[in-house]
């Protein structure tokens, strides 16, 4: 601005006196100028600074670029999410309906911010549009990008195209970077609607072709930290590994119970094991024995609160990034075969058929016996052992298999969910290069771990809910719950699924034996994966609660997570409370933040965790592909848009979008109703579920996206 210092300060005086004294009313910039009676041709400045008193809440800039004084109401409070086109939604923290914000109104704010809005008036059939007025928290102060230089300034380009503003580094701030380096730049200045951000380089990662930069970038881009705080790694390094005899007296000897832990193959942390036993009455005793984390971890030590902050484990495709130093979570707590270790274990007594006859819980030691991969337990339980294998404890798999099958019967018929959909597979060579995309094979001894890790889990909750029910002390809990699906991402699954001939109806109340049924009833046809993935994708998000409303995938009334206190902290805060609940005068024990604030901080990270692993494998896969434009696969249409179309080819579980430009031979209707585009003339069709032929023809390795052509029949 051409202005002098002190004119503009004085100028601003007087449009903050003449607004103040205006009794609410708005005006143009023309307006306020004329009745302040300055020289014209000061006018471009002046109407300059207008927009920087709004830009910093001095006054207030309302709809036809009419200014006013900022006018007391209350902001509506969310997390402003931006499309790749510019403008944006607020996703209000009050379930109220999503506010459109115009990328001019957005001043400083970038995308996963949370910020306030003025709301303005609703036009007819659309959304409301509002105003960014403040930056109530900022979704991140790092951005991950491409550094380039100009003549006079470098700037980084972020790799996430939600945010579309560049962040401008100066030479004394550049900290070696060179141009095309994958870099971490770190924001000190947020710019406004017509600056840009300012900002420093705090990493260099390398250039984005090196050998594990692809993942490095996106753990830096979701602020997974890579390493602990000195003094984190030095507590846990002071935690000795041997087991007191006094600790032993007083806990359960299990160490001659036949047990054993069942693991992927490249497993390193094993916070569970299982045990089996025949009881004279024809019962079975079910043991779940868990990593004993909280015996380690004191209430507010620096390694649990770093535990907290971190929330959980993040499995990246070609790392770990864990919630506990390595020292506690792969050597000291870990149920390593051979070794006495110290648990948590839940004895149920269990029927033939599955019926859970009794229950208890003990802090326990245990000697597991075998370490199982899932492999391994699975040629066990078909009763073909490979030299090397225990023999001795494949007809223990065998009944825990049977017994597991019974649950799971027993779960259908309570309406339990039971999501199969497929999950990718990535496999590295050396150098972290991937050298096979494929999906992971589900075996029986998956099952059996994943039913007994259930059985575990809703045991505890129905426990503590007894506990709750029949005590007039305030026992205060940790719950997994699910919520039923919401009206409106209901309501776009029916509509999803009728478009493709697979009508459902979820009557006045959906319940989970309804989506059951009707998932059963389209298995086997060509529809069926696509329309499993969009149930998935409808469904609410899991989260952790104090208060207990059920889990709806579950079909289950009580549910928490007990099982997983390596990797997860509400399992160990389970853990600390069920021990609290246990002693002859029950009490809840303190932690160091409240059970709401933790319950919060888990869900937060458990949802960046999800997304940083699918980010991690999706950087992989377009690196394969990369390798491969120019040939062709066999493809399934997976979404429709007004832009296009995606496929994926179900041989690599790898989704790309063929663009509505590249459709030449016809020009293309989008039938929102029916999720479908049309051709014009032809009639020619592309729905979901379709069978196409797809040629790979752009990768985009930054953005991790591919592009495909569809192939002429």
Known sequence: MSMKKSLKDQLESKILSYLKSSSGQSFKAREVFRKLGIAGKEYQDFKELLRDLAEDGKIARFKGNRYGTVRDQKLIEGVLHVKTQGYGFLIRDDDGDDVFISQRNMGSALHGDRVGIELWAKPSGKLAEGKIISVLERGSERIVGIFHESDTYGYVIPDNLKISKDVSISPQNQKGAKPGHKVVAEIFDWGDARRMPEGRIAEVLGFPDDPGVDVLSVARSFGLPESFPKAVDQEAENIPENIEDSVLANRLDLRNTLTFTIDPEDAKDFDDALSLEKLSNGNWKLGVHIADVSHYIPVSSTIDLEALKRSTSCYLVDRVIPMLPERLSNTIC????????????????????????????????????????????????????????????????????????????????????????????????????????????????????????????????????????????????????????????????????????????????????????????????????????????????????????????????????????????????????????????????????????????????????????????????????????????????????????????????????????????????????????????????????????????????????????????
């Open 334 to 713: 870990s149920l390593e075969p051979h070794k006495d270790r110290l648990v948590f274990s839940a004895l149920i007594e269990l029927s033939s058929t599955g019926s859970v006859q009794d229950y208890s819980f003990h802090e326990s030691v245990i000697h597991s016996d075998h370490r199982l991969s899932y492999e391994k337990a699975q040629r066990l339980i078909d009763g073909k052992p490979e030299s090397g294998d225990p023999k001795e404890i494949t007809q223990t798999l065998q009944d825990l298999y049977a017994l597991s099958q019974q649950l799971f019967a027993r779960w259908k018929i309570e309406g339990n969910i039971d999501f199969d959909a497929p999950e990718p597979k990535v496999i590295l060579d050396d150098r972290g290069h991937p050298i096979q995309l494929g999906m992971r094979e589900r075996l029986a001894s998956h099952r059996i771990v994943e039913s007994f890790m259930l059985l575990a889990n809703r045991t505890v909750a129905e426990h503590v809910d007894k506990l709750r029910q029949t005590s007039d002390k305030k026992f205060s809990f940790v719950y997994r719950v699910h919520e039923e699906p919401s009206g409106k991402k209901l309501e776009t699954f029916m509509r999803f699924v009728k478009a493709m001939g697979h009508p459902f109806d979820a009557g006045k109340k959906i319940t989970p034996k309804k989506f059951q049924t009707f998932l059963t009833e389209i298995k086997g046809t060509r529809h069926a994966t696509v329309i499993e993935e969009v149930a998935l994708r409808s469904m609410m998000k899991a989260q952790y609660t104090t208060g207990n409303i059920g889990h709806f995938g579950l079909a289950s009334k009580h549910y928490t997570h007990f099982t997983s206190p390596i990797r997860r902290y509400p399992d160990l805060v389970v853990h600390r409370l069920l021990k609290a609940y246990l002693k002859p005068v029950p009490a809840t024990p303190k932690m160091a933040v409240s059970l709401n604030d933790i319950c919060k901080t888990a869900t937060e990270c458990e949802i960046r965790a999800d997304k940083a692993e699918r980010e991690s494998i999706r950087a992989k896969q377009c690196v394969f592909m990369a390798e491969r434009i120019g040939e062709e696969y066999d493809a399934i249409v997976s979404g429709v848009t007004g832009f296009g179309f995606f496929a994926e080819i179900p041989e690599f579980l790898v989704e790309g979008l063929i663009h509505i430009s590249d459709l030449k031979d016809d020009y293309y209707h989008f039938d929102e109703d029916r999720l479908r585009l049309t051709g014009e003339r032809s009639g020619r069709t592309f729905q979901l579920g379709d069978a196409i032929r797809v040629q790979i023809k752009r990768v985009l390795l930054d953005e991790r996206k591919v592009d495909f052509q569809l192939v002429s029949e």
